[in-house]
């Protein structure tokens, strides 16, 4: 995956980015490239660089990437890999921030985007952790009745099968990350709004 920039103005873009690669599919970030793919290169490879090592210090837990500057056609390009990383989730460590919520955000990459997490999508990505306990899954109602309303309609959304089944938002949400956990249903992100499909 590639996504191209001019350039970054702050850190906490690039740690958004870089963030979004980690807890996804991994990927390279290209600074001084516009969106269209044209090569422009950097005003200063150093200021791009530092900016992309203090974002790296506002990420938990830590994420190890590359950092290479490439001359193409004379100008200077900041190519930042970020592998995948089994330590998912990893969060945005906002120290101006006093909500708890904005202070350690979570992002994943959606197509060409990168989005904030939903709570779903958090505890989905938790449960990858190498050290996460396993997963222990029974299917009752509540669960056949899902499959069978997604058979007929193709997603449900956390409000969808709650509503169905009769249950607070919270627990259709557990019930939800469990069986994605064991792979019975997908949890898609479309521009910040999470459906599931079965498998």
């Known amino acids: 995956m590639l996504e191209f920039k001019r350039k970054f103005t702050t850190s906490e873009k690039i740690a958004r980015e870089i963030i979004a690669f980690a807890n996804t599919t991994g990927g390279h970030l290209l600074l001084g490239v516009d969106d269209n793919g044209g090569i422009k290169g950097v005003d200063s490879e150093k200021e791009q660089v530092d900016l992309v090592t203090v974002a790296l210090h506002a990420i938990d837990p830590p994420i ?33 921030s006093h909500d708890a919520e904005s202070h350690r955000k979570v992002f994943i990459r959606q197509g060409d985007k990168s989005l904030t997490a939903s709570k779903e999508m958090t505890r989905v990505l938790k449960g990858q952790h190498p050290d996460a306990p396993p997963i222990t899954l029974s299917i009752g109602d509540r669960e056949q009745r899902l499959f069978t309303y997604l058979e007929r309609h193709g997603r449900a959304t956390v409000h969808d099968f709650a509503r169905l089944v009769n249950i607070s938002r919270r627990r259709a949400s557990q019930i939800l990350v469990r069986l994605v956990r064991a792979g019975v249903v997908h949890i898609i992100s479309d521009n910040g709004h999470d459906y599931y499909t079965l498998v």
């Open 64 to 96: 190890q990437t590359t950092i290479e500057v490439v001359e193409i056609d004379f100008v200077d390009v900041v190519v930042v890999y970020v592998p995948q990383s089994a330590l998912r989730p990893h969060r945005y460590l906002s120290m101006a």
